[in-house]
């Protein structure tokens, strides 16, 4: 009889073992795929700044499976906050840089979280006020018909035009700071090619700088910088017509590059051949 308590003892015990297993293998298993998504952040030295996240699904509408995720938040590779999601998916951190510059955002699920995310970067921007902003068109970086009309072109495929990258490399070594933004004029196709805005520029060894949500456009890219108190934003470089006509009305001195047509260049906007120009004409 002790002999058969025994044995149903240790049966028991590798049958709970063995359920145990199984129950965290179909956790993984179970594990809803969702987006995760960080914007750039921008501040001043020695004040606090929110970075937002956001988690959730590729189609729109709202599941509590996004709620009360823990998200953590490193910082130049460091550890430096966690926050969990509300009801929506959205979480927030505060954070505080007290030196100048560029600093890298990661933001990562939680591993015993029940969804799954890849990881996210952005970019935190801590800039003084006094330093002059350069906005740059995301068109007038990118070689016209790089991409594919269809819009399933892989990041590669975009090619940065020459010189660009060396040019604005200079311009903002000792002068400017860089707010990269999307121009009216951008397909949808070059805008869903191009993939993730920030990777492609660092790859292509463009200047680091704050990358403006694509969704935003232009005009609320300025509103935003406005509302903040940029008020050194008042130069642009753009590749259209409606880009370069609306930071006009906005008194900014632009730069148009490569040069548009007889007839469609606005009037008070400055015309550059090539990148190797630009500079001549600040």
């Known amino acids: 009889m002790a002999e058969l308590l025994r044995l149903g003892s240790r049966t028991f015990l590798l049958l709970l073992l063995f359920g145990w297993t199984m129950a965290g293998t179909g956790e993984a298993a179970e ?28 189609a729109p509408g ?8 823990g998200l953590h938040l490193s910082i130049d590779g460091k550890p430096v906050a966690t926050a969990r999601t509300n009801e929506s998916g959205h979480a927030s951190f505060d954070y505080v840089a007290k030196m100048r510059g560029t600093y890298a955002i990661t933001v990562s699920v939680d591993g015993g979280a029940s969804v799954a995310a890849d990881t996210s970067d952005a970019t935190l921007c801590v800039w003084e006020r006094r330093r002059p902003i350069i906005l740059v068109e995301l068109a007038a970086l990118i070689q016209p018909g790089a991409s594919a009309s269809t819009g399933t072109a892989a990041e590669s495929s975009l090619q940065p035009v020459p010189d660009a990258a060396d040019e604005l490399s200079r311009l903002t070594q000792y002068y400017y700071n860089v707010v990269y933004v999307t121009g009216g004029e951008q397909s949808p196709a070059e805008t869903a090619a191009i993939g993730n805005v920030r990777r492609w520029l660092e790859a292509h060894k463009f200047p680091p700088g704050f990358v403006a949500p694509p969704s935003e456009g232009l005009g609320a890219t300025l509103d935003t910088f406005k509302q903040g ?28 590059v490569p040069e548009l047509p007889k007839g469609e260049m606005p009037r008070k906007a400055k015309a550059a051949k090539e990148w190797k120009d630009v500079r001549k004409k600040l």
């Open 31 to 58: 594990k809803v795929q969702g987006i995760l998504t960080v914007h750039d952040a921008l501040t001043l030295p020695n004040h606090s700044v929110r970075i937002e996240a956001q988690l959730g699904e590729k």
């Open 62 to 69: 709202g599941s509590s499976l996004w709620s009360g995720v």
């Open 229 to 256: 108190g940029w008020a050194t934003m008042k130069t642009g470089i753009v590749r259209t017509r409606s880009s370069a006509e609306m930071l006009l009305q906005h008194r900014f001195e632009v730069v148009v």
